[in-house]
């Protein structure tokens, strides 16, 4: 579970494993989905049959030895004559090729069945005896506990991925309120500077312009007839002019005169323009569209009446405004509104932009709370993936980049030392099996506190699974300040420990490698201390 990079090679490590046993040329592992209460064949090796695909519900897997085992939760050998004697009794029912022998052990957490796995031969001179049903079922305990972990471990990788890619994306959400509040907050600050208005529409310009395509952009407002339309901005790439192009027109039948009819804004492609101008909707001086793309808002005064628009567009079939373009330009306008309306009440609009500011300076503040949060987020869901999770000590990733980190100083510094003890508890086993694996976990963790009291304060100690522990002791003077780790390990490991009630002794076996040349990689080290 710990060496496999994903469950499929997991399961073939399994089988391969199984054939270690015993004949397992043919061999195949199935699981229970409780939630679909389905079967399926996670893996399946078989001289003649293919594996079965996808989900099979239960009942269609009824009367056949593997569901005899599912649902008897026993090991089951079955020989010619056994079978023929199921067959009699109506038992069970043949299903693919049929064999010579069959041994299926159910695999069971928690006294509840999650699967079975199963070998068959299809030779006379192979069999199976008693023997093999009794190692396969011993083999199917330690399947379940390694497939658990790896579930887990698995489980944990993909809840931090999606974790991972969940920040990623609220923090570029973030990043892009952060610029769109900071762009409302320098137009509040130019409507409170009470600039030139030619300057003014100048900057509001520029910072449309980090928000959305706006090459070409104009602001077009009524005279106080009401008959004519004034350009006091005009930015166009098909003129030669740049910026502003002061020019003025009767109110006639245009887009700009569409959208101060309406009141409402416009968004349109150029399919939607030209079908407009087939129904009359605005009208142009040449009969043809230039904009491939435009979008148009409103300017309204405080008591609703609409007094001019801004407006931008595009000239190429590549760039096309959409509705959140739309909303942020016509919140925009409404800033722009104030400002223009501001030289008649210039004292309102000051408190106006105060209110404003704080409301800006808060959402601020709370955008940089939520990133500091999910910031802290991130670093526990890294934490998490570089640690043990019953001991919480670093787990092999973190160790193995410790190890390296610590290779590469030594060949920066020659003189620099170091060494790495590989830890076996030698009866972890016998106490697991006969106490029960919340003792073992118990132990775990008492060797863990152990070995973190008997080294110093910048070692390392790690878990890299089962009851294999690894120290990494840095900044050495010579072998001694080892052996004194070690022995203060030992002397630590000596005083029993009760484990549900029972005084426990545990011993461990030490090995070391000290660092050298030779070692280049830290599989190398771990290698050699574990011989």
């Known amino acids: ?26 061999f195949y592992i199935v699981l229970i989905d409780p939630v679909t209460e389905c079967l399926r064949f996670v893996y399946h090796q078989d001289e003649y049959d293919e594996a079965p695909d996808g989900d099979i519900p239960l009942d269609e897997f009824e009367g056949t030895l593997t569901m005899k085992v599912l649902k008897s939760a026993q090991p089951l050998l079955v020989t010619p004559e056994t079978w023929q004697q199921m067959v009699e009794r109506g038992e069970v029912r043949t299903v693919g090729a049929l064999g010579v022998d069959w041994l299926g052990v ?20 192979l069999r199976y005896t ?5 190692l396969l079922s011993f083999a199917s305990q330690l ?78 407002l009524l005279d ?93 079939p590549e760039i096309s405004y959409q509705n959140e373009e739309a909303d942020i330009l016509q919140f925009v306008s409404n800033h722009v509104t104030t400002a223009i309306e501001r030289r008649k009440a210039a004292e309102q609009e000051q408190r106006y932009h105060r209110m404003l500011e704080r409301q800006v300076r808060l959402r601020t503040a709370e955008l940089e709370e939520e990133i500091r949060q999910r ?9 998490l993936a570089m640690h043990d999770n019953l001991t919480g000590l670093p787990n092999r990733s973190l160790l193995i980049h410790q190890i390296e980190a610590a290779i590469s100083r030594r060949n920066r510094q020659p003189g620099y030392k170091f060494a790495v003890l590989f830890l076996d508890l030698d009866r972890f086993k016998i106490i697991n099996d006969s106490l029960g694996h919340r003792a073992g976990d ?48 030992t002397e630590l490991l000596s005083q029993p420990v009760k484990l549900e009630k029972h005084p426990t002794f545990v011993n461990t076996s030490i090995g070391i490698a000290f660092s050298d040349d030779r070692y280049q990689s830290a599989e190398d080290m771990l290698r050699d201390a574990d011989n």
């Open 106 to 125: 159910p695999l069971q957490h928690n006294g509840k069945v999650i699967g079975m796995m199963a070998v068959q031969s299809y030779d006379e001179s």
């Open 143 to 220: 399947v379940v506990t390694a497939l658990l972990r790896l579930q887990d471990k698995e489980r944990l990788q993909k809840e931090v991925e999606v974790q991972t890619m969940r920040l990623r994306i609220q923090a570029a959400e973030i990043e892009k309120d952060q610029l769109i509040q900071e762009s409302l907050y320098r137009i509040s600050e130019l409507t409170a500077q009470l600039l030139p208005m030619e300057r003014f529409y100048a900057q509001v310009h520029n910072i449309i312009g980090q928000l959305l395509y706006a090459r070409n952009f104009y602001i077009a």
């Open 130 to 134: 008693e023997e093999d049903r009794d």
């Open 224 to 316: 106080e007839s009401g008959k004519r339309l004034e350009f006091v901005y005009y930015s166009d790439e098909t003129l030669q002019e740049s910026h502003q192009s002061y020019k003025s027109r009767k109110i006639g039948k245009g887009l700009t005169e569409y959208v101060l009819r309406t009141g409402k804004q416009l968004l349109a492609n150029r399919e939607k323009l030209e079908e407009m101008l087939s129904a009359g909707d605005f009208e142009t001086p040449d009969g043809r569209i230039k904009a491939w793309s435009w979008l148009g808002v409103p300017l309204r005064r405080s008591d609703g009446s609409v007094f001019g628009a801004m407006v931008v567009q595009s000239y190429s």
């Open 375 to 383: 910031k802290a987020m991130e670093q526990q869901l890294q934490h």
């Open 1 to 26: 579970a710990l060496d496999c990079p994903d469950i499929d090679e997991f399961y073939a490590q399994v089988h391969e494993a199984t054939g270690q046993l015993m004949n397992a040329r043919n």
């Open 442 to 489: 118990l132990l775990l963790k008492h060797v863990a506190e152990v070995l973190k009291k008997a080294t110093r304060e910048h070692d390392t100690v790690a878990r890299l699974g089962g009851d294999e522990f690894v120290i990494l002791a840095e900044q050495l003077h010579d072998a001694n300040d080892v052996v004194d780790i070690a022995s203060r390990i």
